[in-house]
């Protein structure tokens, strides 16, 4: 399962990055929904860290790991164990 997870968290570091490169450099009306996409993924992510927040303050460094929920949401919860 780690390496599910490590693959995982990998491509949507990359899908991450096509959004960025899209909000500074317009891909086109093709790639609009990646931007759609990441609007959803980050209210989603948000939405976790809101209801997950007593948990991730209990963790040595609790905003690297809102951080990491913010980018990679549940797979990074799952990596806490």
Do not use: D, T
Request: charged content about 10%; glycine content about 8%.
């Amino acid at each position: 399962m780690s390496h599910f997870l490590s693959f995982a968290k990998g491509a949507l570091a990359m899908f991450w990055l096509v959004a960025l490169v899209n909000l500074a450099y317009p891909l086109g009306e093709l790639h609009r929904p990646i931007l759609l996409l990441s609007g959803l993924l980050v209210l989603v992510h948000a939405a976790e860290i809101l209801l997950l927040n007593g948990r991730l303050k209990a963790r040595p460094a609790p905003w690297l790991e809102r951080l990491q929920v913010l980018l990679f949401g549940v797979l990074h919860l799952r990596s806490l164990g």
